[in-house]
């Protein structure tokens, strides 16, 4: 099936491609169509294009819905999205963070890739090169930037202030959280990491206790705000981040010996040798 202009992706979000490329670490593994397989020497007919990834976040490319998660030995983990359509299907993941059913936007993350991600799509149920469904996303996406539109817009956030005790260090957190938290998220799926007690404890009474006063649902449930919280909650989330802010250091402590550059070296012997 050959790409034409009737194919192109109408989105009001935007567009964004999948992966974003680290340093230019990604390259494709293998391409689509008569392929000779890397271990057995065999041809084959390969039905998607593979990328050497380490754990990335894969994020929506346009306006969809996750319309399949599954499992089995071909794909390994797989999500499908659909976007009009095309439906698209990432494979070989280590973790799923859109559930079936949920409403994406261009950008939106949708899961994490292992150390290979496949990528294989159709239009209208017919296969096609992923490589014409991906340089269309990426010509969308320039056009949108020439003609001065944002092409992947900013999402709505909720709209209130949540201080946490990281403010002096936001920009070096997140830079860290850019390059290691698809790790971190990995690590704590597969039981390599585990979160600390006194974290687990206390947000499971963080959480209860709020259920209880009823700051949950206080406000219609969006896509950037799935909980409903409201002003009311503010103290609340201010507490979660802190938490889980603090065990993502503790974790960068742990496993890679990284330590904020304002800590000092007490502050960092007490980090690892925390039980």
Wanted: aromatic share 10%; charged share 20%; with cysteine.
């Amino acid at each position: 099936m050959n790409y034409t202009q009737e194919m192109n992706l109408q989105s009001k979000s935007g567009y964004c491609m999948p992966f974003e490329e680290r340093k230019g670490e990604v390259r494709m593994s293998l391409d689509y169509g008569t392929q000779v397989h890397p271990k057995s020497g065999e041809e084959f007919f390969h039905h998607g294009i593979d990328f050497i990834t380490k754990h990335y976040l894969l994020s929506a490319c346009a306006d969809g819905i996750v319309s399949g998660i599954g499992s089995d030995a071909r794909h390994g983990l797989f999500q499908v999205i659909r976007y009009g359509n095309y439906e698209v299907t990432y494979a070989h993941l280590s973790n799923v963070l859109a559930t079936f059913g949920a409403k994406v936007k261009a950008g939106s993350v949708a899961s994490v890739s292992g150390d290979l991600l496949h990528i294989e799509v159709k239009f209208d149920g017919e296969e096609i090169n992923p490589l014409e469904f991906l340089t269309m996303i990426y010509g969308n996406l320039k056009m949108m930037q020439q003609q001065g539109e944002v092409g992947m817009p900013d999402f709505e956030t909720i709209d209130m202030d949540i201080p946490t005790d990281f403010e002096d260090d936001q920009e070096e957190v997140e830079q860290l959280m850019l390059r290691f938290y698809p790790d971190y998220l990995s690590e704590l799926n597969d039981g390599k990491y585990l979160l600390a007690q006194h974290t687990e404890q206390s947000l499971r009474n963080i959480f209860s206790l709020s259920a209880i006063k009823n700051y949950f649902y206080e406000v219609i449930p969006s896509l950037s705000n799935p909980l409903g919280i409201g002003q009311r909650a503010v103290p609340v989330a201010a507490k979660v981040q802190n938490l889980l802010i603090g065990d993502f250091l503790n974790y960068m402590a742990l496993r890679h010996q990284i330590f904020l550059s304002t800590l000092s070296e007490n502050d960092k012997k007490k980090l690892l040798t925390k039980p």
